[in-house]
């Protein structure tokens, strides 16, 4: 805008000097005797083309750009307007391919990108370890969490941070009430509001001395949201109290509306760290040096770069390492987000990429249409151009001119898409947010463009500009001025061998890009069809799971014991009951246990996941021990018994018999194997072969228990039963009991919803590619309207010609079908997680996608190739 | 189009530049005042013409060798009034010093050394 105007004024200013010059030589003219007129036009004439002269003056400026730049986007709105069906056709088809990117973005961003809503949040940085080497460590939520002391080395040593703060993520508590709810709170060290600079609405935050000794400060900040939807907006809410895993705890504080946590799920409530303890119910982390469980997040004094941050902990981390021979430790800093730390990278940066990749190819067909119009365009503004070349005009003039055409079309439509995205994807993230299993369904996503989503749908719509209008703003501007102005327009399109092919290249690009997202959703449609029938190698059916999660409802050992006793019994008196079974994690419940093992004498470590089951559990999830035996009474937890599955006795003694064999577990203690079972995919759906052992279970385990109920006859009964039965024990106690069948559908959430993107995806690139294939038939057709005719007077008959259409428009598809399987077989194995065990070609996917695309292409190629059946001779050779 | 004219300023470029500096040397003048007073004190056998004379000013106006201010004339109009600047000073003696260079040396070839 400031140039626009700085170039006005210079214009203006020209202009004056102009006309200064002009009234004095026309004065002189007139002190020499010449008439009024006569001087005018005398001076004027000396002078010579005013214009002219104004535009060598503009050059001595290097202002001739922005000139063109302003003439060339006149004139290209004014040829945009002049053709409106194209136009919009094209601005259309850009909106959707921009729209659906600009929205993925967003998504993105809102989850990855997007700085935490506080005062300068650019200043606050999450501080991660990543520990290498050999050593043991006892981890709880993530790896690169640390442990209270190395947060306190951290935090006084530093020289770097105005404060460091630290946080347990997600501490899962009971909140007693009208009825008992499952929220989750953070437990804080008593800087947090002031590290984050974001302090609470109404009463205050935590202070020192909110964090004296360890169980002394039963104080408690609640978020907005729960203030709103369990108290009702209560203002008298601040100084009650409110009961939490059974401990009450003094509200002092209600955070802001806008302020719900440092994670993806909304945190309902922060507590001082100091009440560890009591939240977590019983197990002290405080004290613990080797465990890793707080997030760190810290506000980097002004000036601090971040070199000088890394520097500064590293000596401390390094200090740290001492500590524990073996361990070697570096830290992973960055600008702290919702989605930031090094673990949950991992699991983003892979989705993220095949993500944005595939919305991506969407866009690339779509560019590969408008080019495709913009091609067919050309041959009809072919005279144009080859006027304008002839008069002077430059090459790189008219193709700056073809692209700023383009720009512009990329620009309306990139701006109707981005609108479009941002109109819609908060309820389409909400749509699918609620389609994800219960626990992360909370998840909210903001996804309100900011600079950064701005910045991309602004850089996206460029390079969509220059992407599909290079090729046909080079092509159009390279002319035979001679044929061309002669007004041979045939000559230019059909005839030409090099226009046929770069349209055929866009048309089998198309093909392929389509196809390879087509195999995508038809592998994962497969595999979701084999998630609903795949056998996990136990029997799910006619189970009910109910968890007790008894620890963090305040009960002790003895207690929880006596609860799940008295549970049992009324359970089995239920009619229908068969058997009854307890286990520390359900099959596929995403609630799994694991630790380290070595075979004594062996180098060789091995991560094994494990479950603790009472003896009846195996025949209660139908899995049958092949050798040796299963538990029996005289097994409880700390018995030296295990049992393997097949395939971790294979692993761990091949061709030797397991039974009596020793398993020992670092830091715990030694096993001897008394059974062998069958494999099943108790941890992971559609992995058979992962190495898996049951330990026996012991009281301590029922503090929180999985109790399994086989039963014949209807479901409903029995889990009406339990939870019946569950209450007249405990009148608060929190129930949920389910089918073990559903925990199936937790593993399909996201096999089904990639498979609706992919799907949906896929369709519109189907759309785009058989509006692509279509048009370039027709176009051909229409083109080659005289050979047609020439072909059908000399005897051809229409099912020739209509073959020979056919073939012209299929050749490009078949070609780009091809590249488009083989390019999808090569990179299909990003999906194999989401495909059950599904091979990653599978061949029903990998023969019906592409026969149902060709089937697609000929249908859209058949509707002109019958156009061009029908024509007359005599009509075709009169034609142009 | 505007080729025929960019040869011309080529053709003249560094002598009409050296003309322009040392006639503003005598003090500010607006761009007709430049042209006349070059063709005065030839004898009217240079005539600049505007086509060469505004693209030359502004080319210097750019290189900052002379300034550019807006006044009142007598007839009370704005005109743009140049003068000359220090760096532009300094431009004027290397452009003369090359001009007398060049002059010797055309003089050397056209009277050769008795």
Partial sequence: MKLWWLWRKRERELEKEIQHHLQMAAKERRERGASARDAAAGARREFGNVELVKEVARDAWGWRWLENLYEDLRYGLRVLRQSPAFTLAAVLAIALGVGINVGIFSVLNGVALRLLPIPHAEQVVSVNQVLHGRFSREVHGEGGLVSYPEYLDYRDHNGVFSGLAAYEPFVEVTLAGSRMEQLYGALTTCNFFDVLNEHPAQGRGFTDSDCTAPGANPVVVVSDDLWRRNFRADPALLGKTILLNQTSYTVIGIAPRAFSGTEMLPTAFWVPITMQKALDAGEDYLAADNLSWLAMLGRVRPGVSRKQVRADLSVIAGRIDRRYPGRTTSLVISTATFFGRPDEREVLVPVTSVILTAFGLVLLIACANVSNLLLARASVRHKEMALRLSIGASRWRLVRQLLTESLLLSLAGGALGSLLAFWSFASITRLVASALPREVSALTVNVAPDIQVLAYALALTMVTGIAFGLIPALKSSRLDLNTALKGDSAQFSSGKKSGRFVRNSLVGAQVAVCMVLLLAAGLLLRGLNRAQTVDPGFDMKNVVVALLNLKIQGYDETRATAYVRGLQESVAGLPGVTDIAQAESAPLSHDRSGGDFFVPGRDERLGIGYNRVTPEYLSVVGIPIVRGRGFGQDDWRGASSVIVTESTARRLWPGEDPLGKTLRQSGVGEYSVIGVAKDAQVSQLGEPDTTFLYFPAGPRDNLRTYMLVRFSGGSTPIAKGIRDAMQSLDPNMLVDVGKLEDYLEVWRAPSRIASVLAGSLGGLALLLASIGVYGMASYSVSRSVREIGIRMALGANPAEVMRLVLRRAMWPVLLGGLIGVAGCAAVSWVLSSLLFGLGAHDPIAFISVPMFLLMVALVASYIPARRAMRVEPVVALRYE | ?114
């Fill in chain 2, 1 to 114: 189009m505007s080729e025929r004219y960019k040869n011309r300023i080529e053709l003249l470029q560094g002598t009409l530049d050296l003309l322009i500096l040392q006639t503003l040397l005598w003090g500010p003048q607006h761009g007709y005042g430049v042209s006349q007073a070059i063709r005065a004190n030839s004898g009217d056998l240079l005539q600049v013409d505007a086509g060469s004379l505004y693209p030359a000013l502004h080319r210097l106006e750019k290189q900052k060798w002379i300034g550019a201010d807006w006044k009142i004339s007598e007839n009370k109009q704005e005109v743009k009034v140049y003068r000359l600047t220090a760096a532009g000073r300094k431009q004027l003696m290397k452009e003369r010093s090359r001009w007398e260079q060049i002059s010797d040396a055309i003089g050397g070839v056209l009277n050769p050394a008795k």
